[in-house]
């Protein structure tokens, strides 16, 4: 797109921005009656509640994962991935450069592989 066709674009949007389409009385009242009975009763309480709001056994089983792929990452990362855990436990400092700085954590250390 060039400049002259997203400033007419831009323009168009304007116009419609000004002038928004009226609903017709009373749509959006039956609009939303008809979402809330669309929606499930909930009368469940307490877990059955968290466990519902969660999505279920496949979600939460999706949370499980991530959560045990999360702390296995971080106890035992890749060999291509700094030991962040370790450094924090220990108390370890990251290697200085030949001149004396610190090396950049950027992307987990990817950008040493380039080159």
Same mark, same amino acid.
């Given at each position: 797109?060039?400049? #002259?066709d997203?400033?007419?674009?831009?323009?168009?949007?304007?116009?419609?921005?000004?002038?928004? #389409? @009226?609903? +017709?009385?009373?749509?959006?009242?039956?609009?939303?009656?008809? @979402?809330?009975?669309?929606?499930?009763a909930?009368?469940?309480?307490?877990?059955?509640?968290?466990?519902?709001?969660?999505?279920?056994? #496949?979600?939460f089983?999706?949370?499980?994962?991530?959560?045990?792929? %999360?702390?296995? =990452? %971080?106890?035992? #990362? +890749?060999?291509?991935? +700094?030991?962040?855990?370790?450094?924090?436990?220990?108390?370890?400092?990251?290697?200085?450069?030949?001149?004396?700085?610190?090396?950049?954590?950027?992307?987990?250390?990817?950008? =040493?592989?380039?080159?």
């Amino acid at each position: 797109m060039t400049k #002259p066709d997203t400033d007419m674009l831009e323009t168009l949007f304007q116009d419609a921005r000004a002038t928004p #389409p @009226a609903l +017709p009385d009373g749509l959006m009242d039956r609009i939303m009656a008809d @979402a809330l009975a669309q929606q499930p009763a909930s009368g469940a309480r307490g877990w059955r509640a968290i466990w519902r709001a969660i999505g279920g056994a #496949p979600a939460f089983g999706g949370l499980v994962t991530a959560t045990a792929v %999360g702390f296995w =990452i %971080g106890v035992a #990362p +890749p060999s291509n991935l +700094p030991d962040i855990a370790a450094q924090i436990i220990t108390g370890a400092s990251f290697a200085t450069l030949d001149d004396g700085s610190a090396p950049e954590l950027t992307a987990f250390g990817w950008d =040493i592989e380039e080159g």
